[in-house]
């Protein structure tokens, strides 16, 4: 098969879509991360369009990449001017880049409703700037913008402007779905027709989602004869985005035999999909093909029983070619080999297979209950072992509630005072906390720590990294009268767990959530299980019958560090 060409333009077209911005530092690490991959062409952008872009160009001018190539991109002269007096070509023929990127018009509606040129002066135009940076050393490749649309409209003319870039010197002609409408049936036919009229040129494809199919139009396009995808990481761009790059590359090497990377920087697939949306600050697509969270994950009995006995039952790949893992999902739908497996996961042993069929049941029937009333289980692994400890006999409770309570006040100035007391007790004594926060669950959060980490030190490292909240239509009610689910991500900075809590009052759901995610760590065999002798002001002195009671010290002002009102 013929070598493919991978484009990356996830630092230029990509940050087109909303919300998308990255720091020039930022972008580095993903040159650096893109490179790691190997992928060949890296679109850094246009070089001096901003101060970012010109900070960027000039770290990356002292970088030595393994894989990459770094591509500047630009557009064509302006219209009624020369080459060499345009200041954006001056810029790309100065740029350290060795390749360049030229965008022109090659549909006729764009030629004549927004350059305003005639179609000769259009071709020019083209033909000028090519040959003015291939004059420069530079190696160029033309993008063809609305392509599709512009040879629906006029082939012929269309085809003008690809012949006009490559005889005056471009290597690549990059045929642009620009507006993202065209369907892979056209989009073979179109590419094939093009194929056929210059063979002599390599041709390369830019596909962008506005039709659901960017990535399917790129598949086709390499099958009609293109040897260079363009796409971005994660599928990133204006209005829908552009091809994903990610699936792309994956659907060539292990659908359709073209090697586009070793095995090993394959693996580094899903890696790469994560930290760029890390960067960006956004939540993965779980269900993102081979590398969202949920790529290979399975619910159904049936699915999960299958994959057991053998994972092409259910999995179109093995998930460790793309650096992924298979996870298996517990629900109402859930059979026996989910559950034994996520037992077997928190060392929960089950005696016998008499035992362990028990097991498996109490464990379905509780979890059926729960869904009724709104729990789910998906992203919430540590309450689903809470749950299973529970059946097995292996749950360690951090502490007995006796009642939590929350002042919340707003003054006429509109400042919001928060402050939880919690009793509870630990070992035969009673403990009265109280904690001020910057909203509820932060205040329970406080003097809930201030109670147990006197015990439990390895909590101190637990940190809740995210927080939401959904409202359940259920007989309970709609709006805000609705049952609330809370789902809670925590993590110690070596591992990330879920929890859940649902309830008619979303601090009474948090709290359940809360407590989930601090006793999951202390359960036998965690790290956060070492218990410590209490001591110190939590502990005050005896109060008849065993109970005690706290000092004024326990009560902990917040310092609203980065953490979101809740």
Not at 407 to 425: C, F
Request: glycine share 10%.
């Amino acid at each position: 098969m013929s070598k493919i060409e991978l484009y990356d333009a996830t630092l230029r077209d990509g940050m087109g879509g909303a919300g998308m911005s990255l720091t020039a530092q930022e972008k580095l690490r993903v040159v650096a991360k893109l490179d790691e991959l190997g992928v060949g062409y890296i679109e850094a952008g246009f070089p001096s369009s901003n101060p970012k872009e010109l900070e960027l160009f000039g770290m990356l001018a002292d970088q030595r990449l393994r894989h990459s190539q770094i591509v500047a991109f630009g557009m064509t002269r302006r219209r009624g001017t020369s080459a060499t007096k345009d200041a954006g070509l001056a810029v790309l023929a100065g740029s350290f880049a060795p390749l360049c990127t030229l965008v022109g018009k090659s549909s006729v509606l764009h030629v004549e409703k927004v350059v305003r040129a005639s179609r000769r002066e259009n071709l020019a135009m083209i033909a000028d700037s090519v040959a003015f940076l291939a004059g420069r050393g530079k190696r160029v490749f033309f993008d063809a913008e609305h392509f599709f649309d512009g040879f629906t409209l006029d082939a012929d003319y269309a085809l003008a402007t690809l012949r006009a870039a490559a005889e005056a010197g471009a290597e690549r002609l990059v045929l642009c779905d620009t507006n993202g409408g065209s369907l892979p049936g056209r989009v073979r036919e179109v590419v094939a027709a093009v194929r056929d009229a210059l063979p002599e040129v390599a041709l390369g494809i830019h596909t962008h989602n506005d039709s659901g199919c960017a990535v399917a139009n790129t598949l086709v396009a390499v099958e009609a004869g293109a040897t260079q995808v363009q796409g971005t990481i994660n599928g990133i761009g204006e209005r829908t985005g552009n091809a994903n790059l990610i699936t792309i590359i994956a659907d060539l090497q292990l659908k359709m035999g073209h090697r586009v990377l070793t095995a090993k920087q394959l693996a580094r697939l899903t890696d790469t999909a994560r930290l760029i949306d890390e960067l960006l600050n956004r939540a993965s697509d779980p269900s993102q093909p081979y590398v969202g969270r949920h790529a290979f994950a399975h619910k159904a009995g049936m699915h999960a029983s299958g994959v057991r006995a053998d994972p092409a039952t259910f999995e179109h790949i093995a998930p460790e070619v793309v650096g992924n893992g298979t996870e298996l999902l517990v629900s109402e739908l859930s059979g026996r080999a989910a559950i034994t497996e996520k037992a077997a996961a928190a060392g929960i042993a089950v005696a016998g297979d008499a035992g362990g069929e028990t097991f498996v049941k109490r464990v379905l029937a509780r979890v059926k209950e729960l869904e009724h009333e709104g729990f789910q289980f998906d992203g919430a692994d540590a309450s689903f072992e809470l749950l299973m400890r529970k059946e097995a006999g292996r749950y360690e409770p951090l502490f007995r509630l006796e009642s939590w309570r929350v002042l919340v006040e707003q003054n006429a100035e509109g400042h919001v005072d928060t402050e939880a007391t919690i009793k509870l007790w630990h070992d035969d004594q009673r403990y009265v906390l109280t904690a001020e926060g910057n909203g509820p669950v932060n205040a329970l959060d406080r003097a809930l720590r201030d109670a147990i980490t006197e015990f439990y030190p390895g909590l101190t490292d637990v940190e809740l990294i995210d927080y939401k909240v959904r409202l359940l239509e259920t007989s309970h009610g709609t709006g805000t009268g609705a049952v609330t689910r809370v789902h809670i991500d925590s993590a110690d900075g070596q591992s990330t767990w879920g929890t859940t809590g649902v309830g008619e009052n979303v601090v009474a759901a948090s709290w359940q959530a809360l407590v989930d995610a601090l006793e999951y760590k202390v359960q036998p065999g965690k790290a956060g299980a070492r218990r410590a002798k209490a001591t110190g002001s939590a502990k005050a002195g005896a109060n008849g019958a065993g109970r005690a009671k706290t000092t004024g010290s326990a009560k902990a002002k917040a310092t609203g560090s980065g953490r979101s009102r809740r």
